[in-house]
């Protein structure tokens, strides 16, 4: 047996030789703790005869059912339902609404399912369910407050429910140890429950509570354990919540699904292309883009304000698109385009606080900017999706026929990309339309 120590980053699962005081991978301070590891490697050899092996059969079907719930983006996003001794990791900052979801995902569900709660005793989760369905509607769940491991690894094995959910991960205790809850731990918790979930064919769904400082184990750690990795996030101003596949070993990752909170839980949102923007406007220093995350593609709705700066060095402030990008694209139309741009405040705001991460929006960037600049509405509303290069070429992008195709769609009847508009000279051009 030998037994080595190593350090673990709370906040990002990032392993370290010594303790250190903040993590360089993430950069948060104090969230370094202390894991020790057996490694039994038993050096003892096994008798071959006793070791299993599987061959593909023709004679059998792999191809595995999926269990469906009532919303159809939570099916759709994860592929099309879940699969039977799938284990997923559902994780969000307390608040958000990860058990109003659990709820509505076990509300006419025709599964056979368990409801494991360590947060929340058995009147407040009825009192919650029932603000979301009738009681008829939760037929099939049974409600459980013990998070003892044992009793939890118990119900999963026991293969009398086809889903069991645990909400959340850090409530689970072990009664047969006094250290509990601390990253080792939860992951270890976390390994058994996954294992015993593939030998029972049993799908769980487990909750991860994501704490802001990091002092208990945040849902990184769990990351590579479980197969597929939900995110639940959203703003506490705003009622939107956006729940995001971050990894899926059965289905596509980067797919997401939107709601709204009400009264009554949860809303599908659906017509997602237009959920940024309520229609489209001919006005100074506005253009339009397409921007996809999944299979989801919206308009993005690009602002720009050019104004006579009166300070040494222009301000340049930017809200949902690179601010070191848009220092750049100022430096090309300067350049390329000849503007003295230098002499201007600029600001550039994406409607709707969406993040641009990726060069898509560009052109649309440069578009707008020119527009307020010349304090001329860009022609017949365009829609422009390209990136911009150093020398003023116009690149094409990931996706870029996908998101011509549904800018069409969308009803654009002028589209600018690298075929139509090779270099961003021709934005001087098409500007004055
Ligand atoms: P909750 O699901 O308990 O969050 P989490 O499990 O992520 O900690 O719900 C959080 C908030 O949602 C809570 O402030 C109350 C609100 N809420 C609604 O606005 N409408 C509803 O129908 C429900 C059930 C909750
Ligand atoms: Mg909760």
């Known amino acids: 047996m030998k037994n ?6 709370t906040s990002c699962a990032a392993i370290y030789p010594a303790w250190q005081g903040k993590c360089t991978q993430c950069g948060a301070w104090n969230t370094i703790i202390l894991e020790e590891i057996n490694e039994g490697i038993s050096q003892t050899q096994k008798c071959i005869e006793d070791l299993q092996t599987f061959k593909i059969q023709s004679t059998r079907t792999y191809a595995e059912s999926r269990i ?14 879940i699969l039977h001794s799938q284990v997923i990791l559902f994780a969000g900052e ?101 294992d015993a979930a593939k030998n029972s064919h049993t799908s769980v769904l487990m909750v991860g509570q994501i704490t802001k400082d990091g002092s208990i184990a945040g849902p990184k750690v769990l990351e590579h354990i479980v197969d597929t990795v939900l995110y639940f996030e959203g703003n506490y101003k705003d009622d939107t919540r ?11 990752t980067s797919e997401i ?62 809200n949902g698109y690179d601010a070191k990008r848009l220092e750049m694209l100022i430096a090309i ?21 969406i993040k641009i991460t990726d060069t898509s929006a560009d052109l649309a960037v440069a578009a707008a900017i020119i527009s307020s ?28 026929t996908e998101k011509i195709k549904k800018a069409k769609e969308y009803g654009f009847k002028k589209i600018y990309y690298d075929k139509v508009m090779p270099n961003i000279k021709l934005l001087l051009e098409h500007n004055t339309l």
């Open 4 to 9: 080595n120590n190593r350090y673990i980053c």
């Open 68 to 81: 469906k719930f009532s919303l159809n983006s939570f099916n759709n996003i994860l592929g099309g339902g």
């Open 94 to 194: 307390p608040g958000i609404g990860k058990s109003t979801l659990l709820a509505q995902l076990c509300s006419n569900i025709q599964t056979k399912t368990l409801y494991i709660s360590g947060e929340e005793n058995f009147d407040q989760i009825a009192q919650r369910a029932l603000r979301l369905g009738t009681p008829d509607s939760f037929e099939n769940i049974e409600f459980s407050n013990d998070t003892d491991l044992a009793s939890i690894l118990t119900y999963i094995e026991s293969k009398k429910y086809e889903i069991v959910i645990i909400d959340s991960i850090q409530t689970v205790t072990n009664n047969n140890s006094f250290n509990n809850r601390i990253t080792n731990q939860i992951r270890e918790y976390a390994s058994l429950i996954t």
């Open 242 to 252: 956006i729940l995001r596949v971050k990894k899926n070993r059965f289905g596509k």
């Open 257 to 318: 699904a939107v709601f709204r909170m009400s009264n009554n839980g949860l809303q599908e949102v659906n017509n997602l292309e237009w959920f940024f923007i309520d229609n489209l406007k001919c006005e100074e220093g506005l253009a339009y883009s397409i921007y996809n995350e999944g299979s989801v593609y919206f308009i993005i709705e690009v602002q720009a304000l050019c104004i006579k700066t009166s300070f040494t060095y222009p301000k340049r402030i930017s």
């Open 333 to 353: 139309l300067s350049k390329k385009l000849g503007l003295p741009l230098e002499n201007c405040d600029i600001y550039v705001n994406i409607v709707g606080g």
């Open 373 to 400: 600049f010349q304090n001329k509405p860009l022609a017949d509303k365009p829609c422009f999706i390209g990136e911009i290069s150093l020398t003023g070429e116009v690149r094409k992008i990931h996706k870029q």
